[in-house]
């Protein structure tokens, strides 16, 4: 079983950072790509960014210049370092791991989620 654990949502000011981290936990043999994606009220889920094992990135236009997206092998782990947050950042932001498990399944994985709030 797999488990992904999103941490550092809150509420920030307009203009402000927040910096979310992912940490993947379980029967894991590899990860192929985690992202984070968004889901705000009344919308659907999209993609924020997106990175895969060789470090290969991709973004939102709506977040490019602005977010950045890492990942630490070692520890199962990504990140997601926002800057200049704007009101229309504030969502629910879920971790999505594509993951290949011990017994050699693999498959999509989504955590929780975590409130992200910008606002004055």
């Known amino acids: 079983q797999v488990q992904l654990v999103e941490s550092g949502g809150g509420l920030v000011q307009p203009g402000g950072s927040l910096r979310l981290s992912c940490a993947a936990s379980?029967?894991?043999?590899?990860?192929?790509?985690m992202g984070w994606y968004r889901q705000a009220p009344g919308k659907q889920r999209d993609l924020v960014a997106r990175?895969?094992?060789?470090?290969?990135?991709n973004y939102a236009d709506s977040v490019k210049g602005r977010f950045t997206i890492s990942r630490d092998n070692a520890k199962n782990t990504v990140y997601l370092q926002m800057n200049s947050l704007k009101p229309e950042d504030t969502a629910v932001y879920y971790c999505?791991?594509?993951?290949?498990?011990?017994?050699?399944?693999?498959?999509?994985?989504w955590g929780k989620g975590t409130l992200v709030t910008v606002s004055s």
């Open positions: 999505k791991g594509g993951i290949t498990t011990r017994n050699g399944f693999r498959q999509d994985y």
């Open positions: 379980g029967s894991i043999f590899g990860i192929y790509a």
């Open positions: 990175i895969t094992s060789d470090g290969s990135t």
